[in-house]
């Protein structure tokens, strides 16, 4: 028991004490991520320009500069290399201008279909004042010199379901994710997250969709820097378990054979077959049954897994998958 607390409290402080280079790592081993996570840090007038950092020789959008940084490279944008005036105004870097805010390009890239939506859509996205911030810096997160304001992953929908698992693993709550298909890397995973606090999600929009390299199966997904400690600890308690049972597809039920003809009821009826020999009585299938279908009972002198109550079997294949030993089968057959 001692052994196991220390284990406890050895891994939560090698958690706690991670850097950037070893919180990257990380991540990238538990989700087995693709992409970098890009740090993003909005400079307040006076701040200091972070070291290691380069200013592009052209101008880029915020999103593409997420797409250069996620490659490798660390940048410094200051308005003038911000190649989109709509976010570098959302961020708090230019003021926004007059067309812009009335909503009439959205009309004319005809994205919404009239004023009062384009208008009503802009005055709910989140932005800062004009002037709040000097410039945007963008780095992937093992190389990122400075504390970032947030984090954002580029990945797919199940690296992204483990994080929302892993912030709702201490608290238990389900997430509301405030996002739309319009700004989203600036409006939805840059401010948003800053002044929620709260991780935020994104499946991107017009310009990032037309203008980076992001897949059709990828999407976004930012968090603010100072949960990445606690998701991480959240994240090696999942991958004992949870993680690798899931990418195992451990529930696939095996190839139909028999498929019921259009019309029919579809009735079935469930065996469970449990190989004694196999069976070592740990008890898991039990623990884990929904529908109390299983119990241990003692058999020439052992204890055994026995199907009691078949016919409330639902055929979820929990059992057969939760079992160590391999030593259950079930087999479903139309009536």
């Not at 940048?75 to 709509?86: F, I, N, T, V």
Request: net charge positive.
């Amino acid at each position: 028991m001692g052994k196991r607390y220390g284990k406890k409290l050895w891994l939560i402080e090698r958690v706690k004490n991670l850097n950037n280079k070893e919180l990257a790592e990380s991540f990238t081993k538990l989700l087995t991520l693709r992409w970098s996570p890009v740090a993003v840090k909005l400079l307040k007038p006076g701040e200091a320009i972070p070291e290691n950092v380069v200013e592009p020789s052209t101008p880029l959008r915020h999103c593409q500069a997420i797409t250069v940084a996620r490659r490798g490279t660390s940048l410094y944008m200051p308005p003038s290399k911000h190649a989109c005036p709509d976010g570098a105004a959302i961020m708090g870097l230019v003021p926004m201008s007059p067309k812009l805010r009335s909503g009439e390009l959205y009309l004319l890239f005809k994205k919404l279909p009239n004023i009062e939506c384009a208008q009503k859509m802009i005055a709910s996205r989140p932005e800062f004042d004009p002037g709040t911030y000097r410039a945007s810096i963008v780095a992937p997160l093992e190389d990122a010199t400075f504390e970032p304001d947030v984090v954002i992953f580029t990945i797919y929908p199940e690296q992204m379901m483990w994080l929302c698992c892993a912030s709702s693993y201490g608290s238990g709550e389900r997430h509301v994710f405030h996002t739309s298909g319009y700004n989203a890397t600036c409006a939805d995973l840059t401010v948003q997250v800053i002044k929620s606090q709260k991780m935020n999600i994104s499946f991107g929009c017009y310009g990032a969709r037309a203008i980076t390299e992001i897949n059709d199966f990828e999407a976004y997904l930012s968090v603010p820097y100072n949960q990445l400690q606690s998701l991480i600890e959240s994240l090696e308690k999942l991958s004992a378990k949870s993680i690798p049972e899931a990418r195992r597809k451990i529930y696939m039920p095996p190839v139909i054979d028999s498929v019921a003809l259009t019309g029919q009821e579809g009735a079935y009826s469930v065996k469970i077959r449990i190989n004694e020999e196999r069976c070592t009585g740990c008890e898991l299938c039990v623990a884990f049954c929904p529908e109390a279908v299983l119990e241990m009972k003692t058999i020439h002198g052992a204890t055994k897994a026995c199907a009691t109550d078949v016919e409330k079997c639902c055929a979820c294949y929990t059992c057969v998958g939760q079992c160590p030993q391999k030593a259950i089968q079930l087999e479903v057959r139309p009536e």
